[in-house]
């Protein structure tokens, strides 16, 4: 699995599926995590505040609407997400 490299995308909260998703695929893949983090404004709206788990940021940060095409452009080659027997870069 060391050749199949994933890029996850979601918003950042230490409680969501994504969160499980990432833990499990960094054990067997090189993982790279984009989105942005959940704004405090909404964790206190959905009452979320009492989690008390610290929100981190992603390998890449982006806005709630990202330019991917942007994201790859400006990302080392050697870094994108490919898989062992699709298209190699």
Not at 4 to 12: D, E, H
Not at 46 to 53: D, E, I, R, V
Request: glycine share 4%; aromatic share 10%; with cysteine.
């Amino acid at each position: 699995m060391k050749n199949f490299k994933v890029w996850l995308a979601y918003v950042s909260y230490p409680v969501t599926t994504a969160v499980y998703f990432e833990r499990a695929l960094r054990r067997i893949c090189p993982t790279t995590t984009i989105g942005p983090v959940l704004p405090p404004e909404l964790i206190e709206k959905w009452q979320l505040q009492n989690m008390n788990l610290p929100v981190t940021e992603q390998d890449i940060p982006t806005s709630f609407e990202p330019d991917m095409a942007g994201i790859l452009a400006r990302t080392d080659p050697a870094r994108h997400p490919m898989i062992r027997y699709g298209i190699r870069r």
